[in-house]
């Protein structure tokens, strides 16, 4: 059971990253226009955030009852506020995919509109938290700063899975993923990823301090929940290296070259290889997230 929740934390994560943060990154992408394969995507990660919700729900209720009831299901949805995130998740998420559905004439204002859809989605997940267990002024700035810290590493993760696709596509010389297209999306990640990252940084800070604080430090090597933070921590400066990488020398080497007229596929596939491994730990940071929220933090004790 323990298992099947943590996946189903998972797969909302990775859903709403894919939903919010890809929807986000195209639609910043002036003048361009999501191709087909990208808002595939989009919808892929729409489905798997709505398939994920309803398998917390049922999990939910499956562990408050003790097995499979009915009764503790219509409960949870309509008597608590993981119910109420979950019933306007999928609400939201319906609506972003028949939007994305209707997408087969490309339109930039639809697309910011499933970005807004997204975006809600993304901060419904915060009612699944530990911010929720705080209260008063504590609580509102607890809960706040999750929900930044919701949106801005699904920002982070959801544009990562565009550019692996992008730059795919480039490599397999995908018609409508051009030098330039490319290359205007790296450079615009650059500038918007620099202010994620930075919101994540600050966020985790705030929503350490919540959950760790200066009293428990030494819960982080004495507990679970603890070690598996280091982990994300460790995993986490992984993927700063690798953004670092992009922002300082993959793209600006890329950009020399295409303006020289020099072959930039041995660029691409370095930029390639690199997002690649990001994406990867981004993943195991998630899974890590959706562990270690299913466990009390050090300051719960």
Known sequence: MQTMLVLARLGQYVGTSGLFGGAFF???QHPDLPTVGERRLLIVSGLMLMAATIAALGLQAADMAGGADPSMMAMVLTSTSFGHAAISRL???????LLLLLLNQPNRHRLWLVTALGAVATAS???GGHAVSNEGSAGFV???TDVVHLLAAAFWIGALG??????????ARTVGTPARRLDRALSGFSGVGT???VLVILSGLINGWFLVGPDHLRGLFTTLYGRLLLIKLALFMVMLGLAALHRWRLTPRLETAESGGVNIRNGVTEIRRSIALETVSAVLVLGLVAWFGTLAPPNDG
């Open 26 to 28: 195209l639609a910043r």
């Open 91 to 97: 609400v939201v998420v319906a609506v972003a995919l």
């Open 125 to 127: 997940l915060a009612w």
């Open 142 to 144: 607890h809960f706040s």
């Open 162 to 171: 565009i550019l692996m696709a992008m730059v795919t596509g480039h490599l």
């Open 195 to 197: 202010v994620a990252v």
